[in-house]
Protein backbone atom coordinates (compact mmCIF):
# COMPACT_ATOMS: atom_id res chain seq x y z
CA UNK A 1 0.00 0.00 0.00
CA UNK A 2 1.05 3.57 -0.53
CA UNK A 3 2.67 5.16 2.75
CA UNK A 4 1.07 8.16 4.22
CA UNK A 5 2.39 10.64 1.64
CA UNK A 6 0.76 8.73 -1.20
CA UNK A 7 4.44 7.15 -1.73
CA UNK A 8 3.57 3.40 -3.86
CA UNK A 9 5.90 0.81 -1.20
CA UNK A 10 5.92 -1.76 -4.42
CA UNK A 11 6.50 -0.70 -7.87
CA UNK A 12 6.29 -2.61 -11.68
CA UNK A 13 8.45 -1.15 -14.21
CA UNK A 14 7.67 -2.77 -17.40
CA UNK A 15 10.62 -2.17 -19.58
CA UNK A 16 13.01 -2.81 -16.98
CA UNK A 17 16.24 -1.06 -19.10
CA UNK A 18 14.18 2.41 -19.77
CA UNK A 19 15.88 5.50 -18.51
CA UNK A 20 12.87 6.97 -17.73
CA UNK A 21 11.63 3.88 -15.55
CA UNK A 22 14.61 3.61 -14.05
CA UNK A 23 14.73 7.70 -13.13
CA UNK A 24 11.36 7.13 -11.85
CA UNK A 25 12.23 3.96 -9.75
CA UNK A 26 15.20 5.92 -8.23
CA UNK A 27 13.28 8.69 -7.30
CA UNK A 28 10.19 6.74 -5.74
CA UNK A 29 13.37 4.66 -3.84
CA UNK A 30 14.50 7.80 -2.25
CA UNK A 31 10.92 8.60 -1.24
CA UNK A 32 9.99 5.12 0.74
CA UNK A 33 9.54 2.77 -2.35
CA UNK A 34 11.04 -0.44 -0.76
CA UNK A 35 10.48 -3.14 -3.30
CA UNK A 36 10.94 -3.11 -7.37
CA UNK A 37 10.51 -5.26 -10.38
CA UNK A 38 12.32 -5.16 -13.40
CA UNK A 39 10.59 -6.59 -15.94
CA UNK A 40 12.19 -6.99 -19.40
CA UNK A 41 14.26 -9.85 -21.54
CA UNK A 42 16.93 -11.35 -19.72
CA UNK A 43 20.24 -9.29 -20.34
CA UNK A 44 23.16 -8.18 -18.91
CA UNK A 45 21.61 -4.41 -19.10
CA UNK A 46 18.54 -5.33 -16.87
CA UNK A 47 20.76 -7.42 -13.99
CA UNK A 48 23.13 -3.96 -13.92
CA UNK A 49 20.37 -1.98 -14.01
CA UNK A 50 18.67 -3.81 -10.75
CA UNK A 51 22.34 -4.04 -9.14
CA UNK A 52 22.48 -0.10 -9.08
CA UNK A 53 18.77 -0.07 -7.60
CA UNK A 54 19.53 -2.56 -5.02
CA UNK A 55 22.49 -0.68 -3.89
CA UNK A 56 19.86 2.40 -3.34
CA UNK A 57 18.29 0.36 -0.12
CA UNK A 58 15.33 -1.85 -2.37
CA UNK A 59 14.73 -4.94 -2.99
CA UNK A 60 15.04 -5.79 -6.31
CA UNK A 61 13.71 -8.30 -8.64
CA UNK A 62 13.44 -9.28 -12.08
CA UNK A 63 11.19 -10.87 -14.72
CA UNK A 64 11.42 -12.20 -18.03
CA UNK A 65 9.07 -9.82 -19.94
CA UNK A 66 8.69 -9.27 -23.81
CA UNK A 67 6.52 -7.14 -25.49
CA UNK A 68 6.62 -9.00 -28.37
CA UNK A 69 5.01 -12.02 -26.83
CA UNK A 70 1.48 -11.22 -25.20
CA UNK A 71 0.73 -14.65 -25.05
CA UNK A 72 3.25 -15.07 -21.88
CA UNK A 73 2.05 -11.76 -20.38
CA UNK A 74 -0.65 -13.55 -18.49
CA UNK A 75 1.93 -16.11 -16.74
CA UNK A 76 5.19 -13.89 -16.61
CA UNK A 77 3.18 -10.74 -14.93
CA UNK A 78 0.78 -13.20 -12.92
CA UNK A 79 3.71 -14.29 -11.18
CA UNK A 80 5.26 -10.56 -9.27
CA UNK A 81 1.51 -10.07 -8.55
CA UNK A 82 1.22 -13.71 -7.06
CA UNK A 83 4.03 -12.69 -4.82
CA UNK A 84 2.72 -9.88 -3.41
CA UNK A 85 0.40 -6.22 -4.29
CA UNK A 86 1.85 -4.08 -6.34
CA UNK A 87 1.25 -0.41 -5.50
CA UNK A 88 2.74 0.99 -8.91
CA UNK A 89 2.81 -0.32 -12.55
CA UNK A 90 5.13 1.68 -14.86
CA UNK A 91 4.76 0.85 -18.51
CA UNK A 92 7.44 2.28 -20.03
CA UNK A 93 8.43 0.23 -22.72
CA UNK A 94 8.60 1.05 -26.42
CA UNK A 95 10.66 1.74 -29.40
CA UNK A 96 11.24 4.98 -32.12
CA UNK A 97 12.06 3.15 -35.18
CA UNK A 98 13.65 4.23 -38.05
CA UNK A 99 11.20 6.63 -40.11
CA UNK A 100 12.69 6.42 -43.45
CA UNK A 101 13.67 2.48 -43.18
CA UNK A 102 10.47 1.41 -41.53
CA UNK A 103 8.55 3.03 -44.46
CA UNK A 104 10.08 1.24 -46.91
CA UNK A 105 9.89 -2.26 -44.61
CA UNK A 106 6.35 -2.79 -43.91
CA UNK A 107 7.08 -5.57 -41.22
CA UNK A 108 9.51 -3.25 -39.57
CA UNK A 109 6.41 -0.67 -39.19
CA UNK A 110 4.39 -3.48 -38.09
CA UNK A 111 7.21 -4.65 -35.05
CA UNK A 112 7.07 -0.61 -34.32
CA UNK A 113 3.30 -1.26 -34.15
CA UNK A 114 3.25 -4.39 -32.10
CA UNK A 115 5.81 -2.97 -29.55
CA UNK A 116 4.12 0.43 -28.63
CA UNK A 117 0.82 -0.64 -29.02
CA UNK A 118 -0.21 -4.34 -29.40
CA UNK A 119 2.12 -5.12 -26.64
CA UNK A 120 1.16 -2.49 -24.33
CA UNK A 121 -2.81 -3.22 -24.53
CA UNK A 122 -2.19 -7.13 -23.60
CA UNK A 123 0.42 -6.06 -20.62
CA UNK A 124 -1.83 -3.03 -19.39
CA UNK A 125 -5.09 -4.76 -19.38
CA UNK A 126 -3.27 -8.24 -17.37
CA UNK A 127 -1.82 -5.55 -14.71
CA UNK A 128 -5.31 -3.52 -14.56
CA UNK A 129 -6.86 -6.60 -13.93
CA UNK A 130 -4.71 -7.80 -11.25
CA UNK A 131 -4.81 -4.35 -9.61
CA UNK A 132 -8.32 -4.44 -9.91
CA UNK A 133 -8.41 -8.19 -7.98
CA UNK A 134 -6.45 -6.54 -4.95
CA UNK A 135 -8.40 -3.57 -4.63
CA UNK A 136 -5.99 -0.75 -5.49
CA UNK A 137 -3.03 0.55 -7.53
CA UNK A 138 -1.79 3.06 -10.23
CA UNK A 139 -1.09 2.02 -13.54
CA UNK A 140 1.06 5.04 -15.07
CA UNK A 141 1.15 4.61 -19.13
CA UNK A 142 4.27 6.50 -20.74
CA UNK A 143 2.95 7.69 -23.88
CA UNK A 144 3.93 10.61 -25.92
CA UNK A 145 3.47 13.96 -26.85
CA UNK A 146 4.20 12.86 -30.59
CA UNK A 147 0.94 10.70 -30.29
CA UNK A 148 -1.64 13.90 -30.04
CA UNK A 149 -0.77 14.82 -34.28
CA UNK A 150 1.21 12.62 -36.39
CA UNK A 151 4.08 14.48 -37.73
CA UNK A 152 5.59 13.30 -41.24
CA UNK A 153 9.11 12.62 -39.85
CA UNK A 154 7.96 9.96 -37.51
CA UNK A 155 3.88 9.16 -37.97
CA UNK A 156 4.42 5.61 -37.74
CA UNK A 157 6.16 6.16 -33.92
CA UNK A 158 3.56 9.26 -33.23
CA UNK A 159 0.57 6.84 -34.64
CA UNK A 160 1.57 4.06 -32.29
CA UNK A 161 1.77 6.27 -29.74
CA UNK A 162 -1.72 8.01 -29.96
CA UNK A 163 -3.37 4.41 -29.92
CA UNK A 164 -1.75 3.44 -26.77
CA UNK A 165 -3.13 7.32 -25.15
CA UNK A 166 -6.39 6.97 -26.59
CA UNK A 167 -6.32 3.00 -25.33
CA UNK A 168 -4.95 4.25 -21.76
CA UNK A 169 -7.58 7.25 -21.53
CA UNK A 170 -10.66 4.13 -22.36
CA UNK A 171 -8.79 1.97 -19.57
CA UNK A 172 -8.73 5.12 -16.66
CA UNK A 173 -12.29 5.73 -17.78
CA UNK A 174 -12.99 1.44 -17.34
CA UNK A 175 -11.13 1.34 -13.98
CA UNK A 176 -12.97 4.38 -12.60
CA UNK A 177 -14.29 3.55 -8.75
CA UNK A 178 -12.35 0.45 -9.06
CA UNK A 179 -9.64 1.30 -6.59
CA UNK A 180 -7.98 1.53 -9.86
CA UNK A 181 -5.91 4.77 -10.91
CA UNK A 182 -4.69 5.47 -14.78
CA UNK A 183 -2.81 8.06 -15.34
CA UNK A 184 -1.55 8.84 -19.00
CA UNK A 185 2.58 10.71 -19.18
CA UNK A 186 2.85 12.55 -22.68
CA UNK A 187 6.71 13.53 -22.71
CA UNK A 188 7.99 15.86 -25.09
CA UNK A 189 11.18 14.88 -26.66
CA UNK A 190 13.57 13.05 -23.66
CA UNK A 191 17.24 13.06 -24.00
CA UNK A 192 18.20 9.66 -23.94
CA UNK A 193 20.73 6.88 -25.29
CA UNK A 194 17.92 6.34 -27.87
CA UNK A 195 17.48 9.51 -28.72
CA UNK A 196 21.22 10.78 -28.98
CA UNK A 197 21.99 11.71 -32.89
CA UNK A 198 18.07 12.43 -33.50
CA UNK A 199 17.10 16.55 -34.15
CA UNK A 200 15.62 17.96 -31.08
CA UNK A 201 12.20 19.38 -31.12
CA UNK A 202 11.71 21.63 -28.05
CA UNK A 203 10.43 21.35 -25.52
CA UNK A 204 13.23 19.06 -24.33
CA UNK A 205 13.28 17.40 -21.05
CA UNK A 206 15.12 14.66 -19.65
CA UNK A 207 14.27 11.22 -17.69
CA UNK A 208 14.71 12.98 -14.35
CA UNK A 209 11.81 15.71 -15.37
CA UNK A 210 9.87 13.08 -16.11
CA UNK A 211 9.95 11.24 -12.86
CA UNK A 212 9.64 14.49 -10.95
CA UNK A 213 6.27 15.35 -12.75
CA UNK A 214 5.40 11.19 -12.25
CA UNK A 215 5.55 11.54 -8.55
CA UNK A 216 4.13 14.97 -8.82
CA UNK A 217 1.26 13.17 -10.82
CA UNK A 218 0.87 10.69 -8.38
CA UNK A 219 0.54 12.83 -5.84
CA UNK A 220 -2.78 14.63 -7.44
CA UNK A 221 -3.82 11.54 -8.41
CA UNK A 222 -3.50 13.25 -11.77
CA UNK A 223 -5.16 11.55 -15.28
CA UNK A 224 -3.15 13.24 -17.14
CA UNK A 225 0.43 14.59 -17.33
CA UNK A 226 2.62 16.50 -19.81
CA UNK A 227 6.45 17.22 -19.58
CA UNK A 228 7.17 19.46 -19.90
CA UNK A 229 3.71 20.98 -18.63
CA UNK A 230 4.18 24.34 -21.27
CA UNK A 231 3.51 21.02 -23.75
CA UNK A 232 0.00 21.10 -23.29
CA UNK A 233 -0.31 24.75 -24.75
CA UNK A 234 1.76 23.98 -27.56
CA UNK A 235 -0.15 21.03 -28.54
CA UNK A 236 -3.33 22.59 -27.65
CA UNK A 237 -2.55 25.00 -30.91
CA UNK A 238 -0.94 22.47 -33.04
CA UNK A 239 -4.09 19.94 -32.60
CA UNK A 240 -6.05 22.16 -34.19
CA UNK A 241 -3.37 24.12 -37.12
CA UNK A 242 -5.44 23.05 -40.48
CA UNK A 243 -3.38 20.16 -42.66
CA UNK A 244 -1.96 22.59 -45.07
CA UNK A 245 -0.06 24.96 -42.87
CA UNK A 246 1.08 21.93 -40.42
CA UNK A 247 2.87 19.99 -43.25
CA UNK A 248 4.61 23.31 -43.80
CA UNK A 249 5.94 23.14 -40.35
CA UNK A 250 9.55 22.35 -39.65
CA UNK A 251 8.50 19.27 -37.63
Known sequence: MKDAFGTP??????????EIGLATARRLIARRTRTVWLAGRPSPALETAAGRLRRLGAEVRTVAF????????????????????????????GVLGDQAHDEADPL??????????????????VCAGAMQTQG????????AAAGERARRADFIYGSSKAGL???AQGLGDAMH????????????FVRTRRTAGRPETPP??????????????????????????????????VRHLPRPLFRRLPV
Open 9 to 18: QSLLVLGGTS
Open 66 to 93: DALDPGGHEEALGKVFAEDDIDMVLLAF
Open 108 to 125: AAVRVAQTNYTGAVSAGL
Open 136 to 143: HGSLVVLT
Open 165 to 167: DAF
Open 177 to 188: STGVHVMVVRPG
Open 204 to 237: VTTPEAVATAIELGLRRRSETVWVPGTLRVVMAG
